[in-house]
């Protein structure tokens, strides 16, 4: 199949990883790129093949899979501009994964042997390579299930190796004294003891555990760019986890700090800033290639895929000339689903006893296409934990009185005294469950919304629509946070922050509402362009409909002129 030059120049132009080459050098790489035709379900290269080239998707789409304990697994669902197989440049190595085409498929490949001819002379895209390819192996070696069927990873990196060896020389250290102060314990200080000994074992096991700790948490934190969104992962071990998250559309620019020592040993921050704030991507390797393809990432999903619009709005045409749709019947027909959409969305006062009885102590369920959560258990029993103690006492008195202990009590008054108190506490307990079970958080189709009702009390109802969030994150805080899975998700719209206080694996409800803000956003954008190619289209057919009236009329006219000569 050929390609004219200029397209293929166009397509290169915005691969991601060729951001940083000149014009001069896409051009010049261009001639090397081969046009290739898959059909649908043929393998392009598998798992084990030896590396030959490297691929840009030019029309159509390619599944990436992986195997893991004899399971396949899908690693991306590529499509036109995404690129793959980019290994084949710099290593020899066999391909870790298998690629298929999904329809007819057409790629651009650069082989090995050509690239090795023309590497002299686009030395700046061995950078790129290499942060592709790394990026590619950290995510099939890390699980990361919050991601969705239709979302893969693009760029994937930790922080800088020297931020790892910086957190690990003070446990060496300790443990080089602890090794100096056993040494002056069992040979000098105090001759023939195990004082030595058991400061070496249990000072080098110490440093062992801290020095573990200490890599673990250099290992868990991670930047990583889908196809939809800017992630940082940030964990402390036992103590905090959190990820901040912002979608591509909402980035306003993308920058990069380095400070003395981070030039010299290669490591820098890329700042991206939302329209709320910035998410700081602290001491990466390949600072500027990062930052570089993020940032055509960005300025890709804000492009728009002129060839697939042009095969819609020619269809579009197609059908309103030939009158096989009815404009109107398909706008009547959206508005009336859009409608019946918002209706069954609107929140649903239950009775008491579906309150009392349905979904008891669930922390999160589904109902009518709502995600409803709750705070966690650990709340619940936090608060009960005072009536529960006056509870314990109060029948503690009460069976020493019938014991024949507490003798100077009368009986009949303390055990009716203690009843009484028992059913106040019943009542306290009763007010302190209603209340863990009245707080509730719901994402829905169109909106997020912070419900707070208080037992007899008032309502306090906050709401944002899906589309007006800006960004997302998530905190997990202290001991308890991290043992029993609970924290805080904070959603920024505009200038305020709704808080999801205490709930149960911040992580997926965070991912909850990531996804369902995609879906509505989808919709709201594809709601709009449908009805903009809509009012276009009937524009064209319009005037379309006029040129072929006006035509049929000169022609009639000048038919008559004829015949009246």
Not at 157 to 180: D, E, K, N, Q, Y
């Amino acid at each position: 199949m050929d390609i004219r030059r200029e397209t293929v120049i166009e397509t290169l132009s915005e691969v991601p990883i060729f951001s940083q080459l000149a014009l001069e050098e896409i051009q010049f790489l261009a001639d090397s790129f081969i046009a290739r035709v898959y059909r649908d379900g043929e393998v392009i290269f598998d798992t084990g093949d030896s590396p030959e080239a490297m691929y840009v998707l030019y029309e159509g789409r390619v599944a990436l899979f992986f195997d893991l304990a004899d399971e396949e697994i899908l690693m991306a669902n590529l499509s036109g501009g995404d690129y793959f197989g980019e290994e084949a440049l710099l290593y020899d190595d066999p391909h870790a994964y298998r690629a298929v085409s999904c329809g007819v498929t057409v790629v651009l490949a650069l082989e090995y042997k050509r690239y090795a001819e023309i590497y002299d002379q686009i030395t700046d895209l061995e950078a790129m390579l290499d942060v592709a390819i790394q990026s590619r192996q950290l995510a099939s070696q890390v699980s990361l299930p919050w991601l969705h069927e239709d979302e893969h990873v693009h760029v994937m990196t930790r922080r800088h190796p020297a931020i790892m060896w910086s957190r690990l020389i003070p446990p060496m250290l300790v443990g080089v004294f602890v090794v100096l102060i056993s040494v002056f314990f069992q040979w000098f200080w105090l001759p023939g003891r195990s004082y030595g000994w058991i400061t070496f074992a249990t000072g080098l096991t110490a440093c062992l555990l801290w020095s573990i700790w200490a890599y673990n948490d250099w290992q868990n934190d991670f930047f990583i760019v889908t196809n939809k969104r800017v992630v940082w992962i940030e964990k402390v071990a036992f103590i905090h986890d959190s990820r901040q998250e912002a979608p591509l559309r909402a980035i306003m620019s993308v920058g990069i700090h380095r400070s003395r020592l981070g030039t010299l040993l290669g490591f820098g921050d890329v700042v991206v800033t939302t329209y709320v704030g910035t998410i700081r991507l602290r001491e990466i390797a390949y600072a500027e290639e990062t930052a570089s393809m993020i940032e055509s990432y960005w300025r890709r999903l804000q492009s728009v895929n002129r060839r697939e619009e042009a095969r819609i709005m020619s269809r579009k045409l197609q059908e309103l000339l030939n009158l096989s749709a009815d404009a109107e019947d398909v706008v009547e027909v959206e508005t009336a689903r859009q409608a019946s959409l918002e209706a069954e969305l609107e929140l649903k006062e239950p009775g008491f006893f579906t309150w009392l009885f349905s979904d008891f102590i669930r922390l999160r369920y589904e109902h009518d296409g709502a995600i409803t959560y709750r705070k966690h258990w650990f709340v619940l029993i936090r608060g009960l934990f005072l009536p529960l103690l006056l509870t314990a006492l109060m029948v503690a008195a009460a069976i020493l009185r019938l014991g024949g202990r507490l003798a100077f009590l009368p009986i009949t008054e303390t055990l009716a005294l203690i009843v009484v108190f028992l059913f106040v506490i019943f009542l306290w307990m009763l007010y302190v469950y209603a209340d863990w079970r009245n707080d509730v958080f719901m994402v829905t189709q169109d909106q997020v919304i912070d419900l707070d009702r208080k037992p007899l009390g008032k309502i306090q109802r906050r709401s944002a629509p899906l589309e007006n969030v800006l960004s997302i994150e998530y905190e997990r805080l202290g001991f308890w946070g991290f043992l029993f899975n609970f924290g805080t998700v904070y959603i920024i719209v505009g200038n305020t922050r709704l808080s999801f206080d205490h709930v149960y694996d911040p992580a997926r409800v965070q991912e909850d509402i990531f996804y369902r803000m995609g879906e509505r956003l989808d919709k709201v954008k594809q709601f709009e362009i449908d009805a903009e190619r809509e009012r276009f289209s009937e524009w064209i057919a319009a005037y379309h409909r006029k040129a072929a009236e006006s035509q049929t009329t000169h022609r009639l006219d000048r038919g008559k002129i004829s015949s009246s000569k």
